[in-house]
């Protein structure tokens, strides 16, 4: 990051002290950073701090008069706003265009990119007007890093603490050195779940968010690769430039994968594709009939990586296992079964990870028998993670 010009905005969190380190460690790779800060984060830390780190003076009193333009100053002077913490407020101050400290200000005058890590108790993460504003700042281009479950200075565990200062880093130096280590890369991923319609108003499904599907798509893309997602329904924008293809029913996805097959590399399989259908679809809403019951035969649907494996297709196939009991016996005989180089595995029954959860806790099993079991990781760093051993299984001689 040598001579990078990093703008590091502070909001008023606890988290400001993690603040202190992601400023030493931008600085030790070379970047040129300043400080600014929201009228209240001092209350954690003080301008000195980021000064005697950053080697510059801290702007952070907007009724400076020696410095009353300063917002205009370093905004011009800056490659990249990060704003880490970024509290409640300064996001809803950033979302709806308020200025009224030295950060919100300097937020205004900024034409360049932005990254955001927010940092907050779990309520107010969850509370519809700060995921309005993040989808408002999101629209507009803004970055995010999200935020970590973990234990949060409330006491409660959840999700809302601030990304770990690695992840932060990591997100800043793509920005500078982009990775482009996927460049030629065919990408074939499947994400989200099924839905095998009942009749008219009702389906069979299960709750995959598709998060992990489309991070992985995310990852390819902005690595270079080429991406064609096919997903089942999920609630998720696509990632920018991939070539997408919405299903609903199993057989749907399979037919979509079959046809996208020999102009891939590498298949991931990552949706949760349903293993049972209705046999008969009603044309008709089923109505009910007092409390009688209702009794539905259910076939199986098509296997689509048994299809793809029969095929012997001799591409790189990655599947997925989420399993409740016996994580690697079970994954590790879907591996074999379905003929895999990786299978990832995780277990649903472990709390706030899996479905539809922003992180995730795998294990990634290769044909070779090796297995990694990866710490709770956010899931764009999984998909990273998973991208860098495919990537290294594909150079093999
Ligand atoms: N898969 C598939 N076609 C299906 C079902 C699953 O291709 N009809 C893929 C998934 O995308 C995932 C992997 O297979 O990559 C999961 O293996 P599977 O044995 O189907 O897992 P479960 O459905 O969880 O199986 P089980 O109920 O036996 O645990």
Redesign the pocket.
């Known amino acids: 990051m040598k001579n990078a010009k990093i703008i590091v905005g502070v909001s008023a969190g606890i988290a400001a002290y993690k603040a202190v380190e992601l400023v030493r460690l931008l600085v030790k790779e070379g970047a040129e950073v300043r400080v600014v800060m929201s009228a209240n984060a001092g209350q954690f830390v003080t301008p000195l701090t980021f000064e005697a780190l950053s080697g510059h003076p801290v702007y952070h009193n907007l009724f400076d008069a020696q410095n009353s333009m300063e917002h205009i100053r370093m905004a011009e002077n800056g490659d990249l706003l990060v704003v880490a913490p970024a509290t409640a407020s300064t996001l809803a101050k950033m979302a709806h265009g308020l200025a009224d400290d030295a950060l919100s200000c300097l937020h205004l005058a900024f034409k360049g990119p932005l990254l955001v890590a927010p940092a907050m108790n779990e309520g107010m993460w969850g509370h519809p007007a700060v995921k309005e504003n993040i989808a408002l700042l999101k629209s507009r281009g803004v970055e995010f890093v999200d935020p970590e479950d973990g234990e949060l200075a409330c006491g409660v565990i959840g999700p809302g603490r601030l990304a770990d200062t690695a992840v932060i880093l990591d997100k800043v130096r793509s920005y500078f050195n982009p990775r482009d280590d996927l460049i030629g890369i065919r990408f074939l991923i ?1 994400a989200g779940p099924t839905h095998e319609a009942i009749d008219p108003v009702r389906y069979l499904s299960n709750p995959s968010s598709g998060k992990m599907g489309y991070a992985v798509a995310e990852r390819a893309k902005a690595r270079g690769g080429e991406v064609v997602l096919i997903s089942g329904p999920t609630h998720l924008k696509p990632p920018v430039d991939v070539d997408f293809k919405p299903c609903k029913r ?1 057989d749907e996805m ?1 037919a979509l994968v079959q046809e996208h097959l020999a102009d891939c590399d590498v298949l991931v ?7 049972f259908a209705a046999e008969k679809l009603e044309k008709e809403k089923i109505k009910k009939h007092g409390d009688e019951g209702l009794v539905l035969k259910l076939v ?9 494996a029969q095929r012997n297709s001799g591409k790189l196939v ?6 409740s009991q016996n994580l690697v016996e ?1 994954a590790f005989e ?1 591996l074999k ?2 003929n895999l180089d990786f ?1 990832v595995a995780n277990d649903i029954s472990a709390p706030g990870i899996g479905f539809q959860s922003d992180s995730n806790q795998v294990t990634i099993i290769d044909r070779e028998e090796n297995m990694e079991h990866l710490p709770l990781k956010p899931k764009l760093e999984i998909a990273d993670l998973l991208l860098d051993r495919i990537l290294t299984r594909l150079k093999r001689p």
Do not use: H, R, Y
């Open positions: 499947t199993a399979n399989m990552s949706a949760a594709v349903g293993d199986p649907t098509v296997d689509i990586l048994l299809e793809v990655v599947g997925f296992a989420a399993e079970s879907k079964k379905k299978i």
